[in-house]
């Protein structure tokens, strides 16, 4: 490299690098920055304009790769706290053959990486602190919708039970408990949009026995369907697996998303129809197909394709056509966690068939010892704070012929459970209370040395419609998760199928 005095100058004078400069062959020190000296105080008093400089060569080639640092790349010194990269070069300097020897502080080029590291983590903290509070007040937000909501459909359902009224007054609960369903369905809708919006789906797998999956699948949407003025079906063919491990909420909640789109496409007076087969056993897994069936208006191929195009989160009211999409996506969320596959089959004006296929590992039910004792039982223990909602739980359950305790708080549950040693049929549980939550509830009553602990159905019964919510209950030993304001029919069922399973 060859320079003139004013290049060389320039070169010096406006870089960073710490550097040295002796003439090649005598090594007599010809310049030298003053932050060399500082970087490397080893050598401050043995470097002197005009005399030998080769000291400091030896002293960085020594504490260098001597390979890497003959071929004049730049490295690290040896001392793990002072990190400079170094490179050798030969130059010219008015005609002069010389030695440069550069230096450059590498340790404040990684201070500036880890402070830039350090704001980035400080930067996804902040996101997820807001993603946290924005979580928390979701919950909220349903826990104080839906606790309302319970009061007031459960109230005008034992209006309409205990005065059977006529006329106007009969048409004015049924808009009650009508306007209950469209606030609770507003509800879950914001839910989806959060699940949308990036949020990681968690499976959690359970032993989930087939005919009785689909039979509570039935309980909970006969209902829905049939207040639409359509006729409903719902069963099993070709079953020969018993019980598979899956996640029992995320595939009821995939099947209910896809009959919500059969009610939105099909006019009163149609039919929808829900069954599962199994398709194929091979070793431990089961091939289990859910189809979903109506008679409605059909759809072009194209819009089928629409269905599973990308695009931006619709708001689920915008049209009919926007409802579908949007409950297909998060559909389509879970079906892909799980490992399934979708299929849509349609043609206008003769409806619309959806084939759902899952590979379950297969599971070996144990019997439960205590399902005969628990059956010949009736006596059901209520947890709940909120005085109206236990009030309405209680009187439905007495009007069916069941014998109720109820219970303020978790504590109380507890304690009432204990002190009856356990001589409850089934117990109803809410998740949020003062004094102890019903999720430790239930763990306490798991582990409790008294008769049915261990086995004693324990529902939740709560305004918490979350995901997380939902597996916790589960995770905290409760069987069922019921979502406020529950239905007096889902709730017989439920209850029903528990205490009398054999039925």
């Known amino acids: ?200 789906v968690n499976l959690k797998t359970e032993e989930l026995e087939v005919r009785k999956f689909v039979s509570r699948l039935g309980t909970v949407l006969r209902p829905i369907v049939q207040e639409r003025g359509l006729h409903f079906s719902c069963g099993v063919r070709n079953l020969i697996t018993q019980s598979v491990r899956a996640d029992r909420v995320a595939l009821e909640l995939v099947i209910t998303k896809m009959v919500r789109n059969a009610l939105t496409c099909t006019p009163k007076g149609g039919a929808i129809e829900v069954s599962v087969a199994e398709n194929v056993r091979r070793g431990e897994m089961a091939t289990l197909t859910f189809t979903i069936s109506d008679n409605g208006i059909g759809m072009e191929q194209a819009k089928i394709d629409e269905l599973f195009g990308k695009g931006p989160i619709v708001k689920p009211e915008a049209s009919y056509a926007a409802a579908i999409r949007f409950d297909t996506n998060v559909a389509l969320t879970y079906i892909k966690a799980m490992g399934g596959t979708i299929s849509i089959e349609s043609e206008v004006g003769r409806g619309t068939t959806v084939t759902l ?75 949020r209370m003062p004094v102890m939550d019903g999720l430790e509830a239930a763990r306490r009553i798991r582990e409790l040395a008294v008769p049915r602990a261990k086995t004693v159905p324990i529902l939740a019964m709560t305004a918490s419609a979350f995901e997380e919510d939902i597996r916790s209950s589960l995770e905290a030993g409760m069987n069922e998760h019921l979502s406020k304001p529950i239905n007096p029919r889902n709730l017989y069922e439920i209850v029903e199928k528990y205490i009398h399973p054999k039925r």
């Open 1 to 200: 490299m060859n320079m003139n005095d004013s290049m060389y100058r320039e070169l010096m004078e406006g870089t960073d690098l710490l550097y040295l400069l002796c003439k090649a062959g005598s090594y007599e020190l010809v310049s030298m920055s003053r932050a060399f000296t500082e970087a490397f105080p080893e050598l401050r008093e043995r470097l002197v304009i005009g005399e030998s400089a080769k000291y400091a060569l030896d002293f960085i080639e020594a504490h260098t790769d001597k390979e890497m640092f003959e071929s004049q790349t730049l490295l690290k010194l040896h001392d793990p706290d002072r990190y400079y990269g170094v490179s050798r070069k030969y130059i010219t300097v008015a005609e002069t053959p010389m030695i440069a020897l550069y230096a450059l502080d590498m340790g404040r080029e990684i201070r500036r990486e880890l402070r830039k590291k350090e704001e980035l983590a400080d930067t996804i903290r902040e996101v997820q602190q807001v993603s946290e509070a924005k979580t928390l007040l979701m919950t909220r937000i349903s826990r104080d919708i839906r606790t309302p909501l319970a009061t007031i459909s459960g109230f005008a359902e034992l209006i309409r039970e205990e005065t059977n009224p006529q006329g106007s007054a009969d048409e004015y609960l049924r808009s009650i408990a009508a306007s209950s369903e469209r606030a609770k369905r507003v509800i879950d809708e914001l839910l989806d949009i959060q699940l949308l919006e990036g949020k990681k």
């Open 357 to 431: 296929t899952f590979a379950f590992p297969i599971a070996y039910k144990r019997e439960n010892e205590d399902t005969a004792d628990a059956a010949r039982d009736a006596k059901i223990l209520v947890a709940d704070d909120h005085a109206l909602s236990r009030s309405i739980a209680e009187k439905l359950l007495v009007r069916a012929g069941y014998k109720v305790t109820c219970a303020e708080d978790g504590q109380d549950a507890v304690q009432k459970f204990k002190e009856k040693n356990g001589d409850f049929a089934l117990i109803l549980m809410d998740i």
